[in-house]
Each structure stands twice: as structure tokens, then as C-alpha cells.
């Protein structure tokens, strides 16, 4: 009885035993499988640690650009503001216009100055100013040396979405003072009222249209430091009138462009006092006579009756040509009996590196017998022709990467000039011959910035007898 209970209790001994080994068996194959998933989740949250961490340096990089472009679009956003709402500032747009054509600033005018595209607010600031270094032969000796010629500041202002106002102020030869004979004086202050394209009105003291050259006159724009004589002498630059008139634009095919402007003033020109003061001459021409502040009545001085009308047209039948025609009439003296007449042509021309332009005038001028006898003659005429090329050599980019940029220009110019103006030397009408050739080399840092030198071949011809004046010219212009 005793034998078969070991029997039962052994059998089932050994398999409690046997099911014990297999149950830590099963549970260490459980443990294990936990551990390698553990260390897969692990290893999981590693990648994902890290690919958050890449995450986090691209995201501080975008950040960081986009906090770039917030300053950057805020700049444009102050240098675009105007007055109006969701209006472009119109003398930003003018000029920023003008310099996507690539054209040369003989093509443009005064609404197409470099510092216009630069700060465009609701009152634009800047200027230019020049200085030069003169050596000239024989007679010509009091203008050699140093001389600073100009500072011109410039006040442009958009008033409102349709009224423009634009203005300059010349301080030349360090202004007024008992040291030296310069003066201080307004060149031109004009308020426009923006109409449509084709017709806008503009009064105030305005930038004569007479020619081309008198509208793109400034220092920095020019590639020779001297200004071409028939704009010395026949058509004085600056030259600027008192009055009112009209300007617009008209596009007669995809291509082509017309510009007009017409103004009724009180006539620039003041040739002959009352008394019998000659203001034309041989010498000078035309340059002494110019005014324009005086209201235009026989009570002020050189004033009279009767306003001067002058007006330019403008035709481009494609970018990069422009033929310009103009004429101002008034009478020049106060008796009110004598008209003077002159008509203009100018061309400008682009292909390229290389630009043509030129200008030329003939002044007819009516004389009674109490002009003739004061010696105001009945004509004097002059013109100008000049080329210019554009270079940059590659390897003075090479040599010099910081002075000779992507923005820096060399310009070859060579100009040919020819003035004839008359008047009294003592008792005799005398007729003054000048022709004058000028080569040229310039280098340009920026387009605002210009250094240039000039060589002067003066052939002078009075009653014949020739009068040789050379010159060496170095001067530098720039915006501000």
C-alpha cells in the first residue's frame, strides 16, 4: 500500500519539476524579446532625438533668413512709402524705370537722377557736387588751379498721389562772400499737378526745355568736366524762367515714345537796358542776359510786356534713339521792340557701349537801329557732337577687385565744338569764332561717382586772328 503512493508521488514530483525548468525557460525568451524591444524604442527615440535636433538647425536657419527678409522688405517698405496709400512713390518710379532701360543720361531728365532710386520716401534729399584742377596755356591762366565749381543740394517731394514738388539750390564757387565771386541762387522750383500720361500742368521757376543738355546738365551725369560752348554761350546753362505751362507723354506705336513740354514765362533773356546796356556779346554771347526772377512789367529792371513762350518735343522711335527739337521767343529789351528766336536740335544715341550725342542752336536776333547802335548784332549760332564708348578691361577686375568692381566703367569720349556769337568791341561789330576739340577719359567707381580728364584744343578765331588757349582739365563729380 505504502509502494504504489511513491509510485503516484514520484511521477508527479518529476513533472512539477519539469514544468518548473520550461516556465523559467518560457520567461527568459519573454524577458529577452522585452529587452530587444526595448532597445529597438531606443534606439528609435534616438533617431528621432537626433532627426529633431537637425530639425531645430534647419528650423533656426529659416528663422534666421526669414528674419533677413523682414529687414530687407521693411527697407523697401520705408524707402517706397508716399502719402497716399498704395501709391509708389512716383520719383522712385520715374528713376527706377530709367534705369531698367540701361539708357544714358542724355536720354533722361530731371525726374531720373540716380539718388531719386535710392530713397524714395515722401521728401527725397540729395544733390551732387564737383571740384576740378585747371592748367591752361598762354591767356588763359585765371582759371588755373583748384576750383571747387558746385554743390547743389536737390529737395524733391511727393505731396500727394497727383502734386510733385522738386527744387535745387546752387552754391557755386563756395557761394557769395568778399573772398571770391560765387553765388548762391535757386536753379529751379517747380510744383506739378499730375493730370494724365499726355497732359500734366507745371508752374514755378522752370528748367528751361530749350535743348536737351540744359534738362540733364548735372556734373556727375556728363563725361567731360567742361559744359559744350553752344550750352555756355548760345542756350546758358542753367537756364531757367518764371512761369507755367504743360508737359506730358504720348506713345504713338508699342515702341515709340513722344514727349512734349510748353511753357508761357516772362522770357529768360534781357539783351538791352532802357539806358542802352548791351547784355549780348561777343565774348559771352548770350550768358550774360539770363534772369528769369524779374516779374515782367516796365517797372522792374530788364522787364517788359510781353512773356517769352518756349517748348521742347521729344520723339523715340525706339529705345535707344531720341531726336529732340525745341524754340524760345521773346523780346530781349525793355523798349518791347526787339524779339529774339531761338530754335534747338539735339540727338542722342545708344548701341550698346557706345553713345552719340549733340546739340545745336542759332539765336536770330531782331535789332532796330538803337540795338544796332549799342552793338547787338542779328545772329550767333553754335553746335556740339560727341562720342563715347564704355570699357571695363577684365584684367584690372583681376588686379584689383576691390577698386575696378562690376559697377566700374572707363569711358573714352571725344567732343567736337563750334560757337560763333558777336557784338561791340569798342566802336566794331566783331564776330568770335570758337572751335574746340576735347578727348576725354573717365573712370566711374559707381555710376555716381565720376573722375575725369580732359585735354582742351582750343582753336579761337577773332577777326582772324587766332588765339590758341589749351587746357588740362582733372576734376571729379558725384551724387549724394
Known sequence: ??????????????????????????????????????????????????????????????????????????????????????????????????????L????????????????????????????????????NTDGNGFAQQRFIPFIYSDVSDRVKLAAEIEFEHGGVSDENTGEVKLEFATVDFLITDWLNFRGGFILSPLGKFNLVHDSPLQDLTDRPLVDRLIIPTTLTDTGMGFFGSLYPSELSKLDYEIYVTNGVFHGLDANGTPHFSATDGLKESKGGFEFDNPGSKHGNLNPGVVGRVGFSPFIGLEFGGSVHTSRYDEKNNNQLTIPAFDLAYQKGPFELVGEGAYAFIETDSFAKSKGITDDMWGYYVEARYHFMPSILKSWAPKIFTENSTFTGVLRWDQVQTAGLDGSNTVHFLRDRITPG???????????????????????LTNINNNAVVFSVATYF
Open 104 to 139: 544714358a543720361p542724355a536720354f533722361g531728365g530731371p525726374y531720373t537722377k540716380p539718388f531719386l532710386r535710392r530713397f524714395g520716401r515722401n521728401t527725397y534729399l540729395g544733390g551732387y557736387m564737383d571740384f576740378q584742377f585747371r592748367a591752361a596755356d598762354k591767356g
Open 1 to 102: 500500500m505504502r509502494y504504489w503512493i511513491f509510485f503516484i508521488i514520484v511521477p508527479l514530483f518529476a513533472m512539477f519539476c519539469i514544468a518548473n525548468v520550461f516556465a523559467q525557460s518560457t520567461g527568459t525568451e519573454d524577458l529577452k524579446a522585452k529587452v530587444e524591444m526595448l532597445e529597438k524604442e531606443l534606439s528609435g527615440i534616438k533617431d528621432s532625438l537626433k532627426q529633431q535636433a537637425e530639425k531645430d538647425v534647419q528650423k533656426d536657419k529659416a528663422i534666421a533668413s526669414l528674419k533677413e527678409e523682414v529687414q530687407k522688405k521693411e527697407v523697401r517698405v520705408v524707402s517706397e512709402e508716399v502719402q497716399a496709400p498704395g501709391e509708389e512713390a512716383y520719383f522712385a518710379k520715374k528713376s527706377a524705370e530709367f534705369e531698367k532701360k540701361k
Open 441 to 463: 577719359l573717365n573712370y566711374r567707381y559707381t555710376e555716381d561717382t565720376v573722375f575725369k580728364l580732359d585735354y582742351q584744343i582750343n582753336m579761337e578765331e577773332k577777326d
